[in-house]
């Protein structure tokens, strides 16, 4: 940049975001109540500051950081979050937490305006951007509430600009300055943080390795480039690019389990082990008999990573369910309905008082449910859910059944290192040595039908309602070679027997953040929409075609959020996402058939096809897979993507006015060279503003108070340009 011009650059940068800040900032304290997932994110927040274990379906980093915030501002950790609706009250410091969100959301428009200007080197295009960025109604709503997302989003946006400093300094041949490996590095680290706040900061990596990809081969295929300096080139990126964003994302893990380091509502979603590292958990620092016995009381946990523990209740099966038997689930709570005796097959239990005996390998069982006192059972009847599987139920009465409650119990993996492992035909690994003992934590086993020979298995499919949505549990006729089928004892209650410190084997770091995220795909997977929530599909967000209730308060003349995208802003993005396809077709065709074009027309569009390239493709990245997800999806996915598009509109919307005006003036003996461009930015620039104004209410002003729409006294009254925008 010409040094006459510096000084508009800093006036510009800081007068957007000053903007940034005063649309974020206005009526942050307003609503005065829980509004949306604030009921989560606040909640989470809680549990940090009160160091007590939950779980969740995204990393930590974000959590911790809002966490963080309260805490610094006086927020004590004590408000319920409970639901949507609930008042925070005079003494409840959440405005800290707000405060923060906003400011992640605030940063995302400086930072745009930098990206844009080291694309193009063109003030009026990052001006644009930003303008389309501060006014939009959406944008200033997902950012000054409790959430992840301007979290999210500021990580994306410093991730995108410190990549955009890498490819200049490529582009300059500038390799291996300090500047050069400071913005590297730093673009490890912010995408480090963005894959750490939500996994779907894992589009920006895509984005960013794609980038780094092209440069690698840009750099090979140089001839005056030797192999050790494009080797030294791959290791540098691989050392920042690879090894640190892991490194941020393991640091963020062990930070969480640092802090949570108290039991909570998500211990029972982990395994024993897990569990043994949390204090004030029955697990932690367990005493209890080693070997289990006969008369024994214990639960059974599922052996998959966060498997459930057996479970029944005093409900039977409806006929669309099977055999009108007591059921049988996986349940992830603890629960006196966990618990069953261990009985011999004789189904005396006088014998269990004789004399202590030890159940070993190989043994013939039947499992008393100690609260309702039915035995385990199975018959050939199909599954409810797996019909390919076995009913499994609870029959009988006070302890008496029939054959089909008998089980074999065999040992698959026992706590201490066995060497005589075979497997027979359709059968088990299991262990050769019938003496073996089943021992509490550690022993893994199989219980296996004797009349039908199938395993009691855990399908990990969730019941109907008559099920109470718990896990179902069946027997498969395909005995072994699926954890699902293993099981082991977690607690052991024997008064006969002398309890034993169990030096349970505590799992390391990493196998803590395996076995989260094991557990967090699964729950997010499961997810299913409330029964008021407002779910879309993605083809709806460019076309701003529903927005979202964030808040409709609990009484009349509480204040209504609704979440949805400025509609010049965003209508705007969706008719120059075609533009710019139009330009790089035109650009390409021009390539191709030679054409000269004066110097500075063609650097013009070099420019623009290349900026314009990579956040098409960072829009793509942020936007087409949710097409592909099977869980459930809300407008506000697409916020990370409107960014893109964002910064798109201003590289098109600087570029077309300006180049029409060229063409112009090459055809036309008229002055006026820069009219176009000029009567456009009077034009669109204040319409923007307008519209900003008009559905600046659905964000955060009084005026939407108690009124809907339909009210002539409401300020939305003829706003609903679309049918199914609900406010």
Same mark, same amino acid.
């Given at each position: 940049?010409?040094?006459?011009?510096?000084?508009?650059?800093?006036?510009?940068?800081?007068?957007?975001?000053?903007?940034?800040?005063?649309?974020?900032?206005?009526?942050?304290?307003?609503? =005065?109540?829980?509004?949306?997932?604030?009921?989560?994110?606040?909640?989470?927040?809680?549990?940090?500051?009160?160091?007590?274990?939950?779980?969740?379906?995204?990393?930590?980093?974000?959590?911790? &950081?809002?966490?963080?915030?309260?805490?610094?501002?006086?927020?004590?950790?004590?408000?319920?979050?409970?639901?949507?609706?609930?008042?925070?009250?005079?003494?409840?410091?959440?405005?800290?937490?707000?405060?923060?969100?906003?400011?992640?959301?605030?940063?995302?428009?400086?930072?745009?305006?930098?990206?844009?200007?080291?694309?193009?080197?063109?003030?009026?295009?990052?001006?644009?951007?930003?303008?389309?960025?501060?006014?939009?109604?959406?944008?200033?709503?997902?950012?000054?509430?409790?959430?992840?997302?301007?979290?999210?989003?500021?990580?994306?946006?410093?991730?995108?600009?410190?990549?955009?400093?890498?490819?200049?300094?490529?582009?300059?041949?500038?390799?291996?300055?300090?500047?050069?490996?400071?913005?590297?590095?730093?673009?490890?680290?912010?995408?480090?943080?963005?894959?750490?706040?939500?996994?779907?900061?894992?589009?920006?990596?895509?984005?960013?390795?794609?980038?780094?990809?092209?440069?690698?081969?840009?750099?090979?295929?140089?001839?005056?480039?030797?192999?050790?300096?494009?080797?030294?080139?791959?290791?540098?990126?691989?050392?920042?690019?690879?090894?640190?964003?892991?490194?941020?994302?393991?640091?963020?893990?062990?930070?969480?389990?640092?802090?949570?380091?108290?039991?909570?509502?998500?211990?029972?979603?982990?395994?024993?082990?897990?569990?043994?590292?949390?204090?004030?958990?029955?697990?932690?620092?367990?005493?209890?008999?080693?070997?289990?016995?006969?008369?024994?009381?214990?639960?059974?946990?599922?052996?998959?990573?966060?498997?459930?523990?057996?479970?029944?209740?005093?409900?039977?099966?409806?006929?669309?369910?099977?055999?009108?038997?007591?059921?049988?689930?996986?349940?992830?709570?603890?629960?006196?309905?966990?618990?069953?005796?261990?009985?011999?097959?004789?189904?005396?239990?006088?014998?269990?008082?004789?004399?202590?005996?030890?159940?070993?390998?190989?043994?013939?069982?039947?499992?008393?449910?100690?609260?309702?006192?039915?035995?385990?059972?199975?018959?050939?009847?199909? &599954?409810?859910?797996?019909?390919?599987?076995?009913?499994?139920?609870?029959?009988?009465?006070?302890?008496?059944?029939?054959?089909?409650?008998?089980?074999?119990?065999?040992?698959?993996?026992?706590?201490?290192?066995?060497?005589?492992?075979?497997? =027979?035909?359709?059968?088990?690994?299991?262990?050769?040595?019938?003496?073996?003992?089943?021992?509490?934590?550690?022993?893994?086993?199989?219980?296996?039908?004797?009349?039908?020979?199938?395993?009691?298995?855990?399908?990990?499919?969730?019941?109907?309602?008559?099920?109470?949505?718990?896990?179902?549990?069946?027997?498969?006729?395909?005995?072994?070679?699926?954890?699902?089928?293993?099981?082991?004892?977690?607690?052991?209650?024997?008064?006969?027997?002398?309890?034993?410190?169990?030096?349970?084997?505590?799992?390391?770091?990493?196998?803590?953040?395996?076995?989260?995220?094991?557990?967090?795909?699964?729950?997010?997977?499961?997810?299913?929409?409330?029964?008021?929530?407002?779910?879309?599909?993605?083809?709806?967000?460019?076309?701003?075609?529903?927005?979202?209730?964030?808040?409709?308060?609990?009484?009349?003349?509480?204040?209504?959020?609704?979440?949805?995208?400025?509609?010049?802003?965003?209508?705007?993005?969706?008719?120059?996402?075609?533009?710019?396809?139009?330009?790089?077709?035109?650009?390409?065709?021009?390539?191709?058939?030679?054409?000269?074009?004066?110097?500075?027309?063609?650097?013009?569009?070099?420019?623009?096809?290349?900026?314009?390239?990579?956040?098409?493709?960072?829009?793509?990245?942020?936007?087409?897979?949710?097409?592909?997800?099977?869980?459930?999806?809300?407008?506000?996915?697409?916020?990370?993507?409107?960014?893109?598009?964002?910064?798109?509109?201003?590289?098109?919307?600087?570029?077309?006015?300006?180049?029409?005006?060229?063409?112009?003036?090459?055809?036309?003996?008229?002055?006026?060279?820069?009219?176009?461009?000029?009567?456009?930015?009077?034009?669109?620039?204040?319409?923007?503003?307008?519209?900003?104004?008009?559905?600046?209410?659905?964000?955060?002003?009084?005026?939407?108070?108690?009124?809907?729409?339909?009210?002539?006294? =409401?300020?939305?009254?003829?706003?609903?340009?679309?049918?199914?925008?609900?406010?």
């Amino acid at each position: 940049m010409e040094p006459k011009y510096r000084w508009l650059y800093f006036i510009v940068l800081v007068w957007i975001t000053l903007g940034a800040f005063l649309t974020r900032y206005d009526m942050l304290a307003s609503p =005065s109540h829980v509004v949306w997932d604030e009921t989560h994110f606040g909640k989470f927040a809680s549990y940090y500051i009160n160091r007590t274990f939950f779980l969740d379906v995204h990393p930590p980093l974000g959590k911790m &950081a809002i966490a963080f915030a309260g805490y610094m501002t006086g927020y004590d950790g004590s408000f319920a979050f409970e639901k949507p609706g609930q008042r925070y009250g005079e003494y409840v410091e959440y405005l800290g937490m707000r405060r923060f969100c906003a400011f992640c959301g605030a940063m995302c428009i400086p930072l745009a305006y930098l990206t844009v200007f080291t694309l193009t080197g063109s003030l009026i295009a990052a001006f644009l951007t930003c303008e389309l960025l501060i006014y939009d109604t959406g944008m200033v709503t997902i950012s000054q509430y409790i959430l992840l997302d301007p979290i999210l989003m500021v990580s994306i946006m410093f991730s995108v600009y410190f990549m955009v400093c890498v490819q200049t300094y490529h582009r300059l041949g500038r390799h291996f300055t300090v500047g050069w490996w400071i913005h590297l590095a730093m673009t490890g680290i912010s995408l480090g943080c963005a894959i750490s706040v939500k996994w779907v900061g894992l589009f920006v990596v895509l984005l960013v390795g794609l980038a780094t990809a092209c440069e690698l081969f840009d750099i090979l295929t140089k001839i005056d480039k030797s192999l050790p300096v494009v080797l030294k080139h791959f290791l540098a990126r691989s050392a920042c690019l690879i090894v640190l964003p892991i490194a941020v994302y393991i640091l963020s893990f062990a930070v969480h389990f640092h802090v949570l380091s108290k039991s909570g509502s998500g211990d029972a979603f982990f395994s024993s082990a897990f569990q043994s590292t949390l204090d004030g958990n029955g697990m932690a620092n367990c005493t209890m008999p080693a070997e289990v016995a006969y008369g024994s009381v214990i639960t059974l946990r599922n052996g998959r990573i966060a498997g459930g523990l057996l479970h029944s209740h005093p409900h039977l099966y409806p006929a669309e369910g099977g055999v009108q038997q007591q059921q049988i689930t996986e349940y992830h709570h603890r629960d006196d309905n966990n618990k069953w005796i261990i009985r011999r097959e004789s189904d005396s239990s006088s014998c269990e008082k004789s004399s202590v005996r030890f159940v070993k390998h190989g043994d013939y069982i039947r499992l008393e449910h100690l609260m309702t006192r039915r035995l385990l059972h199975s018959h050939y009847h199909k &599954a409810p859910l797996s019909k390919k599987h076995y009913q499994a139920t609870a029959y009988g009465f006070n302890g008496s059944g029939d054959t089909n409650d008998v089980w074999q119990i065999q040992i698959v993996m026992a706590g201490t290192p066995l060497t005589a492992l075979a497997k =027979s035909d359709g059968s088990p690994f299991v262990v050769r040595d019938r003496s073996q003992h089943v021992l509490a934590t550690k022993s893994r086993v199989i219980l296996v039908h004797k009349n039908s020979y199938c395993s009691l298995h855990a399908t990990s499919k969730a019941l109907p309602k008559w099920g109470f949505e718990q896990k179902e549990v069946s027997c498969n006729p395909r005995v072994g070679g699926d954890v699902a089928g293993e099981w082991m004892v977690e607690n052991h209650y024997n008064e006969r027997l002398s309890n034993t410190t169990l030096e349970t084997l505590k799992p390391s770091l990493l196998e803590k953040i395996f076995e989260s995220h094991i557990v967090m795909a699964q729950t997010n997977s499961g997810f299913k929409p409330k029964p008021e929530e407002q779910t879309s599909r993605p083809w709806m967000w460019p076309l701003d075609y529903q927005g979202q209730t964030f808040s409709v308060g609990n009484k009349e003349g509480d204040m209504r959020v609704y979440l949805l995208g400025n509609p010049v802003v965003w209508w705007t993005n969706g008719v120059v996402i075609m533009l710019y396809v139009a330009i790089a077709a035109l650009h390409l065709c021009i390539l191709r058939r030679g054409i000269v074009l004066p110097e500075a027309v063609a650097l013009d569009f070099e420019r623009t096809f290349r900026a314009g390239g990579w956040l098409l493709i960072g829009w793509l990245l942020h936007y087409v897979p949710f097409f592909m997800m099977g869980r459930v999806l809300y407008f506000h996915h697409y916020f990370p993507a409107v960014l893109f598009n964002a910064m798109l509109s201003g590289v098109v919307l600087d570029f077309l006015p300006r180049n029409i005006d060229k063409a112009w003036s090459l055809v036309s003996t008229r002055p006026g060279r820069g009219v176009l461009q000029t009567t456009f930015l009077i034009v669109f620039v204040p319409t923007v503003f307008v519209s900003f104004g008009l559905f600046s209410p659905l964000a955060y002003d009084r005026a939407m108070m108690g009124k809907r729409s339909e009210d002539p006294r =409401s300020e939305m009254h003829g706003l609903k340009w679309l049918s199914s925008w609900d406010f």
